[in-house]
């Protein structure tokens, strides 16, 4: 099993930024790789990042590609989501994911409660 905890949301205004963390236990972290989602109210969960385990390959929904960064640390057992240049359409509750690789149909195996991120225009 893995554990995973969500912090760092908020309200901000438009063009700010945002620091989300995710803490992990329950498994070697630097086995995991990790993945953010975000769900907007009435819309399905959607893909927005991902890390492997080595941190050495990112992927990026092209709607937070080159304004959003995913990083690890793992001898914190940590994964973020470092959030710039916020847009209304940003606000979301944010889930940090565990386990599986990027695909098509990537759909980790393990999810945290969420965070609420909720950008004012």
């Known amino acids: 099993q893995v554990q995973l905890v969500e912090s760092g949301g908020g309200l901000v205004q438009a063009g700010a930024s945002l620091r989300l963390s995710c803490a992990t236990s329950?498994?070697?972290?630097?086995?995991?790789?990790m993945g953010w989602f975000r769900q907007a109210p009435g819309k399905e969960r959607e893909f927005v990042a991902f890390i492997d385990n080595s941190g050495g390959i990112r992927f990026y929904a092209a709607s937070v590609k080159d304004r959003f960064t995913i990083s690890r640390d793992n001898a914190k057992n940590t994964v973020y989501l470092q959030m710039n240049s916020l847009r209304p359409e940003d606000t979301a509750v944010y889930y940090c994911a565990a386990d599986g690789y990027y695909s098509a149909n990537y759909y980790p195996q393990y999810w945290g409660q969420g965070t609420q991120v909720t950008v004012s225009s």
């Open positions: 329950g498994r070697t972290f630097s086995s995991l790789n």
